[in-house]
């Protein structure tokens, strides 16, 4: 449980530091054409905040878990408890789409990762399609026989001077995972490099569990 501290302790400071947030916002009022901006800012202020300490003391990612609250409470809320309700409009489809790519931006990513990739297999179809003449007999230059089990990830999160121990720390996360799998060891090792805020970066290491 101790491992988990830090963890924890980002979780409730996003928390606290997002609640804190919207109670400002509505106290003075601190709207914009007819929109509270805490819809958008606490979660924001939240997933930074907990994104921050889990990077510095935790060394990995928490996933907003503080933002997804936030966004929940402050939407409630907004929703039901005040004299003036929300009411649909413009802005706020748009400040709604902005605090829940704020509160959920693993999802949202996904889902528009998802698309890009759909999108792109459309477009490669209709490339291949053209190249074989429509009967699908292009090569794909696999050879069956390998003993790949699966995608093993890794990840780590820290400050840019730490790369190199980063790194370090991604790979051996993504060699667990592939244990985990029932893998030996992995192929095809991948590192990437992601900023995400200010003096913080994310190292993900993927590859080829093999058994």
Same mark, same amino acid.
């Given at each position: 449980?101790?491992?988990?501290?830090?963890?924890?302790?980002?979780?409730?400071?996003?928390?606290?530091?997002?609640?804190?947030?919207?109670?400002?916002?509505?106290?003075?009022?601190?709207?914009?054409?007819?929109?509270?901006i805490?819809?958008?800012?606490?979660?924001?202020?939240?997933?930074?905040?907990?994104?921050?300490?889990?990077?510095?003391?935790?060394?990995?990612?928490?996933?907003?878990?503080?933002?997804?609250?936030?966004?929940?409470?402050?939407?409630?809320y907004?929703?039901l408890?005040?004299a003036?309700?929300?009411?649909?409009?413009?802005?706020?489809?748009?400040?709604?789409?902005l605090?829940?790519?704020?509160?959920?931006?693993?999802?949202?990513?996904?889902?528009?990762?998802?698309?890009?990739?759909?999108?792109?297999?459309?477009l490669?179809?209709?490339?291949?399609?053209?190249?074989?003449?429509?009967?699908?007999?292009v090569?794909?230059?696999?050879?069956?026989?390998?003993?790949?089990?699966?995608?093993?990830?890794? =990840? +780590?999160? &820290?400050?840019?001077?730490?790369? /190199?121990?980063?790194? *370090?720390?991604? !790979?051996?996360?993504?060699?667990?995972? #592939? =244990? +985990?799998? &029932?893998?030996?060891?992995?192929? /095809?090792?991948?590192? *990437?490099?992601? !900023?995400?805020?200010?003096?913080?970066? #994310?190292?993900?290491?993927?590859?080829?569990a093999?058994?």
């Amino acid at each position: 449980m101790r491992r988990y501290r830090w963890a924890v302790l980002a979780v409730l400071a996003g928390l606290a530091v997002g609640l804190a947030s919207a109670v400002v916002s509505v106290r003075f009022q601190l709207v914009i054409f007819g929109f509270n901006i805490m819809y958008i800012i606490s979660p924001l202020l939240a997933g930074f905040i907990e994104s921050y300490i889990a990077g510095r003391k935790y060394g990995a990612s928490t996933g907003a878990v503080s933002a997804i609250l936030v966004f929940l409470s402050v939407n409630i809320y907004g929703w039901l408890f005040p004299a003036e309700p929300i009411k649909w409009n413009v802005f706020t489809v748009g400040g709604l789409l902005l605090a829940f790519q704020a509160a959920f931006p693993t999802t949202v990513n996904f889902i528009l990762a998802a698309a890009i990739m759909y999108a792109l297999g459309l477009l490669g179809k209709g490339v291949g399609d053209r190249l074989s003449g429509g009967d699908g007999t292009v090569p794909l230059g696999y050879e069956t026989g390998g003993a790949g089990i699966g995608i093993a990830v890794g =990840e +780590a999160v &820290g400050d840019p001077q730490d790369l /190199d121990e980063l790194r *370090k720390l991604a !790979v051996e996360r993504m060699l667990s995972d #592939a =244990e +985990a799998m &029932g893998g030996r060891g992995a192929v /095809d090792i991948q590192l *990437k490099v992601t !900023v995400i805020g200010a003096d913080i970066i #994310a190292v993900t290491a993927t590859g080829t569990a093999t058994g």
